[in-house]
Nanobody, 117 residues
Framework: QVQLVESGGGLVQAGGSLSLSCRAS????????MAWHRQVPGKQRELVAE???????NYAESVSGRFTISGDIAKNTVNLQMSSLKPDDTAVYYC??????WGRGYWGQGTQVTVSS
């Protein structure tokens, strides 16, 4: 079964930077975009950023200008460069892809990002 494998994350001071990466363990056909979400305990998972196969990107207002998403849809890899981090960015970050061919979505296992004040 195909899995999304995430790496990166960790502990950083406010104002610092971190980079997250996500790759699929196999080929996932029919992927039109890939995304990063995040979740804080007790709150709903929220979209952070997404990228399409044509390179179009979309960001949550709270991270626009600070985070940069990049990746290769064909290779099912996606990265998230985070800078000027704030304590409010503390969350578990998940990558996500949806396969239109298989009619299902895939989530990564999640990676913790902690920003200290």
């Amino acid at each position: 079964q195909v899995q999304l494998v995430e790496s990166g994350g960790g502990l950083v001071q406010a104002g610092g930077s971190l980079s997250l990466s996500c790759r699929a363990s196999g080929v996932i056909p029919g992927v039109h975009n890939m995304a990063w979400h995040r979740q804080v305990p007790g709150k709903q998972r929220e979209l952070v950023a997404e990228i399409t196969g044509s390179g179009q990107t979309n960001y949550a207002e709270s991270v626009s200008g600070r985070f940069t998403i990049s990746g290769d849809i064909a290779k099912n890899t996606v990265n998230l460069q985070m800078s000027s981090l704030k304590p409010d960015d503390t969350a578990v970050y998940y990558c996500y892809v949806y396969s239109w061919n298989w009619g299902r979505g895939y989530w990564g296992q999640g990676t913790q990002v902690t920003v200290s004040s």
